[in-house]
Structures are given as structure tokens and as C-alpha cells.
T-cell receptor
Framework: AQTVTQSQPEMSVQEAETVTLSCTYD???????LFWYKQPPSRQMILVIRQEAYKQQNATENRFSVNFQKAAKSFSLKISDSQLGDAAMYFCAYRSAWGGSEKLVFGKGTKLTVNP | NAGVTQTPKFQVLKTGQSMTLQCAQDMNHNSMYWYRQDPGMGLRLIYY???????DKGEVPNGYNVSRLNKREFSLRLESAAPSQTSVYFC??????????????FGSGTQLSVL
């Protein structure tokens, strides 16, 4: 079974600075998808960024980018120019690429605090 | 554009009581999901429905039942609530069943406490 590990329960960053959230995963599959979700105090889960495992190029969405290291099974999220609105829980998630796989496997989350 | 709507937002039950959590989406999505989120844990899948008329168990289905009433609505029922079911429950929907292009849209959650 696949597992997702987020080793940092909490992180903090100064406004306008850069922070990196760590995520590692364990799988025997070669094709899969990885996601970062943001959960602000409103509780609603919001997709931040996603990566296809067969793509070597790291995904980027505005101030959010990932460092995907397939061999190391690592998928970290970098937030540049941090803003107060980035404060939230961040969840890393894994999904098999095989048809019929319905389950997103989530890590336990990292709470990000942004200090003004 | 409401997206995914869950009701109620908060609920307190006594052990043994029953209740149904309602979920509706207005995006014409085929797939719908129920997750639970416990403190210090990520989301865990309870049940899902790949299309109208079908439902399947997820990771933690025990103690729950679901109904896909129509394409829009997917309800979660607790027949006899237990303290272990105290959690935040999220409904989600997506257009695609699997794969990269699937984007999950989540509701705002239901905080359930079972005393």
C-alpha cells in the first residue's frame, strides 16, 4: 500500500520570504500523480499544484513550485514571496495512475504560519 | 456557482443516534466522495460513487452507509453513531474518474461530535 509522509507538523515563514514543505512517499508503482492541497481556516480543501510522475519537469503555478525527485520519492512544495493568505494546512497526496484506482492517499499535513 | 454544498456544517450526536450528512454538487460531475479528517491525520476515504447508481467502499467504511440519490446528491448515513466517528467530514466531487486531469472539488466540511 502506498503511504505519504509529511515530516514537518508545523512550519513558519516571514511574509515575502520563501518556504519549502517536505513530502515523501512510498510506492512500488512507476506511474502515479502527486498533489498538494491547501486547507485554510475555512476548512475547504483547495488544489494548489499537481505533478505527473512520468514528467521530469517540475510543475509550477505562479508562486508555487515543486521539487519532484522520483528516485528519492520526494515531492516538496516551495512557496515563494509568502503572503499572509498562504497560512493554512498543506496536504501532500498520492494517486495511482492505474484505471479504477479511486483513492487519494493523503499525508498528515503541515501547518504553515506566515508572520507579518 | 455553489460548487459542492454540505449540510449541516456542525452536528452533535449522542452515542447510538443516527443521522444523514447531505452533499450536493452543481457541476454535473460523475464522481463523488466522502472523506473524514481526524486531528493529526490526512483525509481518509470512506465511500465513493463513480457514477449515478454505483457506490464502493473506501479505506474506512465501517459504521457508514451511502446513497447516490441522483447525479447531484450523495449522502452519508451513520446508523448508530459512536464516539470514534467524531471527525470532520468532507464531500468531494470530480468530473473524471481517475487520473491526472481529475480535480477534486471539496465542500466546506461537517464538524461532527459524538458524545
Amino acid at each position: 500500500a502506498q503511504t505519504v509522509t509529511q515530516s514537518q507538523p508545523e512550519m513558519s515563514v516571514q511574509e515575502a520570504e520563501t518556504v519549502t514543505l517536505s513530502c515523501t512517499y512510498d510506492t512500488s508503482e512507476s506511474d502515479y500523480y502527486l498533489f498538494w492541497y491547501k486547507q485554510p481556516p475555512s476548512r475547504q480543501m483547495i488544489l494548489v499544484i499537481r505533478q505527473e510522475a512520468y514528467k521530469q519537469q517540475n510543475a509550477t503555478e505562479n508562486r508555487f513550485s515543486v521539487n519532484f525527485q522520483k528516485a528519492a520519492k520526494s515531492f516538496s512544495l516551495k512557496i515563494s514571496d509568502s503572503q499572509l493568505g498562504d497560512a493554512a494546512m498543506y496536504f501532500c497526496a498520492y494517486r495511482s495512475a492505474w484505471g479504477g484506482s479511486e483513492k487519494l492517499v493523503f499525508g498528515k499535513g503541515t501547518k504553515l504560519t506566515v508572520n507579518p | 456557482n455553489a460548487g459542492v454544498t454540505q449540510t449541516p456544517k456542525f452536528q452533535v450526536l449522542k452515542t447510538g443516534q443516527s443521522m444523514t450528512l447531505q452533499c450536493a454538487q452543481d457541476m454535473n460531475h460523475n464522481s463523488m466522495y466522502w472523506y473524514r479528517q481526524d486531528p493529526g491525520m490526512g483525509l481518509r476515504l470512506i465511500y465513493y460513487s463513480a457514477s449515478e447508481g454505483t457506490t464502493d467502499k473506501g479505506e474506512v467504511p465501517n459504521g457508514y452507509n451511502v446513497s447516490r440519490l441522483n447525479k447531484r446528491e450523495f449522502s452519508l448515513r451513520l446508523e448508530s453513531a459512536a464516539p470514534s466517528q467524531t471527525s470532520v467530514y468532507f464531500c468531494a466531487s470530480s468530473e473524471a474518474r481517475t487520473g491526472f486531469n481529475e480535480k477534486l472539488f471539496f465542500g466546506s466540511g461537517t464538524q461532527l461530535s459524538v458524545l
